[in-house]
């Protein structure tokens, strides 16, 4: 049967709560929190999990004007929490300013983004979360919170799975616009990419590897340059033992081609490059599961290692690997808390029985590098293995009885992962 809200945007999992409010108002969002015993905030549903679920309301922003507010001299912007990352970006464009990074896809609203550690790639490109600078929201007793990154545990705050209250405005760092080229190379050998990590995830500002772990090379290396003023626009037609590919290539084999940003090196705004995927076309393919994992790059040739002698199981279940950097943080929940990392992402088929008994073999494979799962993605950690992997968690629990005292903003997926009792 459906349920009342419906499903996430992979239709893998049915919302359970019993109502979806759309408030028009800050003012309204609050009434509805003060009023509510389990309530939680809903972005554009694209998370894989219960992550975002309440047994009582949801409510979502993701309708409100984004009403944006540049500030030039502070170089930020603020805005509307539900408004989509496309939004953002085309607006910021249209003014000639620029956010620092992209998810692979514009669709997702910023404070989902930002509440799950969602990042794009680049070893020294941090998440998106690292970009904000100011946020406000609702508290578990209907008053307003604003806080700054001057904060004491402003940290805290934002990767907050919300479970802190419901963001309603956001502040993001912004920087002048600039052009980037996107590149794609085919046929890249694992031996280059295990001995030369650093060097081929550093070759441009956003780097993303794809795979489906067979045989001796990994399908394609994306690289998304940066192009300042007087840098040569010619990339050279093999590198590191991979091929320049001039014709356009989709994520995954067979999708629909017209759905990814311009590539075959053609400069363009970085609203229009750094995501994968284009606002106006449907992202991915919609029919499949995701799951991630975070590890140290300093072990990334041995963690990748192991994943690839899982290849023969993972390949059969898998639509596409997408592996990318993130810089380190000191966002308390994030992925890449003090840790520069490697996200190694699996684009699934949509099989959940089969991909979820192969998950715990992944994640033992994983668990010696301290594997840090995606919140947002399908993975089968509790808090046994989860909360050791996040040092600041007793802090967070913590934080979270201040904004929130009478758990309302608790669900099973915080009790089940974080270990915070409902
Ligand atoms: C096709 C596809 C591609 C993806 N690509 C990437 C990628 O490139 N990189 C990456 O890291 N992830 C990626 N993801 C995962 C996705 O970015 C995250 O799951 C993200 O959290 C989704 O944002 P959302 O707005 O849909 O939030 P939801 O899934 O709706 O919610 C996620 C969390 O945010 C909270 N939240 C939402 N709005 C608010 C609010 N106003 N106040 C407080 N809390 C709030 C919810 O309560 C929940 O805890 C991808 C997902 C899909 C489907």
Not at 285 to 296: A, C, M, P, R, T
Request: zero cysteines.
């Amino acid at each position: 049967m459906a349920s009342a809200v419906g499903a996430n945007w992979a239709g893998n999992y049915e919302f359970g709560a019993a109502r979806l409010h759309t408030p028009s108002s800050v003012e309204e969002v609050q009434a509805i929190v003060a009023g509510s015993p389990h309530v939680r905030a809903l972005g554009t549903r694209h998370s894989f999990n219960d992550l975002a679920d309440a047994s009582g309301d949801l409510i979502s922003l993701v309708d409100l004007p984004p009403e944006l507010v540049i500030d030039a001299d502070a170089r930020t912007v603020t805005l509307a929490a539900g408004t989509r990352y496309g939004t953002v970006a085309a607006a910021l464009q249209s003014e000639g300013w620029a956010l620092h990074n992209m998810g692979s896809l514009p669709h997702i609203s910023v404070a989902g983004a930002i509440s799950t550690g969602t990042h794009g790639s680049g070893n020294r490109n941090g998440s998106l979360a690292t970009a904000v600078s100011g946020l406000e929201f609702v508290t578990g007793r209907g008053e307003l919170a604003q806080v700054t990154r001057q904060a004491p545990s402003f940290a805290g705050m934002v990767v907050s799975l919300g479970a802190l209250g419901v963001v309603t405005r956001v502040t993001l760092d912004i920087q002048p616009t600039f052009d980037v080229r996107q590149d794609v190379y085919v046929e890249l050998p694992w031996d280059a990419l295990l001995e030369s990590f650093e060097e081929i995830t550093g070759a441009a500002y956003s780097v993303s590897l794809f795979t489906n772990w067979r045989g001796d090379s990994l399908e394609q290396l994306w690289l998304k340059t940066r192009l300042e003023a007087g840098e040569p626009r010619v990339l050279p037609g093999t590198v590191f033992g991979a091929t320049s590919s001039l014709s356009k290539i989709a994520t995954l084999a067979g999708a629909e081609l017209d759905n990814t940003t311009m590539q075959g090196g053609v400069p363009g705004p970085w609203s229009e490059r750094l995501p994968h995927f284009r606002f106006d076309a449907t992202p991915s393919n919609g029919d499949e599961l995701q799951s991630e994992f975070f590890v140290d790059r300093a072990h990334a040739a041995a963690a990748l290692s192991v994943v690839r002698s899982l290849g023969e199981r993972i390949a059969p279940l898998l639509l596409v690997t997408e592996l990318r950097t993130v810089a380190a943080d000191e966002l308390w929940l994030s992925m890449a808390y003090e840790r520069e990392s490697l996200a190694i992402h699996f684009t699934w088929k949509n099989e959940p029985a089969a991909v979820f008994a192969l998950l715990p073999d992944l994640e033992a494979a994983l668990a010696p590098f301290g594997a840090r799962p995606h919140w947002g993605k399908v993975f089968t950690g509790d808090a046994r293995s989860v909360v050791p992997l996040y040092e600041r968690m007793p802090e967070f629990a913590a934080l979270a009885g201040v904004y929130d005292p009478d758990r309302q903003f608790r669900n099973d997926y915080l009790e089940r992962v974080l270990g915070l009792p409902q």
